[in-house]
């Protein structure tokens, strides 16, 4: 009798261990399906942006029939990105990046970090568009927190670059300088595509030349010969 409930209880056991094992295979699938297709999406967003205009992109966003919300997130930052060139449909971008910025603002994932970076990005390009500098300024410092997190440190140069020629254009030349050497500084600890570092240094040396620093400005012209 003993024997058989040990028999009948190990064969249950299999038979969970079974069943777990099945799901955890499943799951792992359903994962790799779900990061191929949005690999495929991205990858098919970035060579229409690169090769055809804002017009083909939005045709080809429109016919994308996607029901994971990772992959309508990605539509909607395409979307977003397009509407920042045409003026006529810039102001539906904040209902389509501020549901982004609430949806994965508490997640903290890498990719969630993406998102609310990217969408903080281009909310900051809609106000800067829209002349309201203090507010770009604003959101281009809370997408760099996020592409810190997801460690995106090439947005985050450009981010502090954009903050620079902000402040440089509104002659606040002591602000301007201290977002340019925020960014210099990622060369010195983050791999960085270095063809960017020229044209730092140029928007530097000009501060300086503003800031009636000549020296300094000759300097850093000096460097780039």
Same mark, same amino acid.
């Given at each position: 009798?003993?024997?058989?409930?040990?028999?009948?209880?190990?064969?249950?056991?299999?038979?969970?261990?079974?069943?777990?094992?099945?799901?955890?295979?499943?799951?792992?699938?359903?994962?790799?399906?779900?990061?191929?297709?949005?690999?495929?999406?991205?990858?098919?967003?970035?060579?229409?942006?690169?090769?055809?205009?804002?017009?083909?992109?939005?045709?080809?966003?429109?016919?994308?029939?996607?029901?994971?919300?990772?992959?309508?997130?990605?539509?909607?930052?395409?979307?977003?990105?397009?509407?920042?060139?045409?003026?006529?449909?810039?102001?539906?971008?904040?209902?389509?990046?501020?549901? &982004?910025?609430?949806?994965?603002?508490?997640?903290?994932?890498?990719?969630?970090?993406?998102?609310?970076?990217?969408?903080?990005?281009?909310?900051?390009?809609?106000?800067?568009?829209?002349?309201?500098?203090?507010?770009?300024?604003?959101?281009?410092?809370?997408?760099?927190?996020?592409?810190?997190?997801?460690?995106?440190?090439?947005?985050?140069?450009?981010?502090?670059?954009?903050?620079?020629? &902000?402040?440089?254009?509104?002659?606040?030349?002591?602000?301007?300088?201290?977002?340019?050497?925020?960014?210099?500084?990622?060369?010195?600890?983050?791999?960085?595509?270095?063809?960017?570092?020229?044209?730092?240094? &140029?928007? &530097?040396?000009?501060?300086?030349?503003?800031?009636?620093?000549?020296?300094?400005?000759?300097?850093?012209?000096?460097?780039?010969?």
């Amino acid at each position: 009798m003993l024997k058989a409930i040990r028999h009948s209880l190990l064969s249950f056991f299999i038979i969970q261990r079974s069943y777990f094992v099945f799901y955890l295979l499943l799951s792992c699938a359903l994962a790799s399906a779900q990061s191929t297709q949005y690999i495929q999406l991205q990858s098919s967003i970035k060579t229409i942006s690169d090769t055809s205009n804002c017009d083909v992109l939005l045709s080809f966003l429109d016919e994308q029939e996607v029901d994971k919300q990772n992959l309508k997130t990605l539509v909607s930052l395409a979307q977003a990105k397009c509407y920042l060139k045409d003026h006529s449909k810039s102001s539906l971008i904040p209902k389509l990046t501020l549901p &982004i910025i609430k949806e994965y603002e508490e997640k903290k994932d890498s990719l969630s970090n993406y998102f609310v970076a990217r969408s903080y990005e281009i909310h900051a390009h809609y106000f800067y568009k829209n002349t309201n500098k203090d507010s770009a300024v604003h959101f281009l410092k809370e997408s760099s927190e996020y592409y810190t997190q997801s460690k995106n440190f090439q947005a985050v140069l450009y981010n502090s670059n954009m903050i620079g020629s &902000i402040y440089q254009n509104q002659s606040s030349y002591s602000l301007a300088l201290e977002n340019y050497h925020s960014a210099l500084e990622l060369f010195n600890h983050q791999l960085i595509d270095s063809s960017y570092y020229v044209d730092l240094m &140029i928007d &530097i040396g000009s501060v300086y030349h503003k800031y009636s620093k000549y020296r300094q400005s000759i300097d850093i012209y000096n460097e780039l010969l």
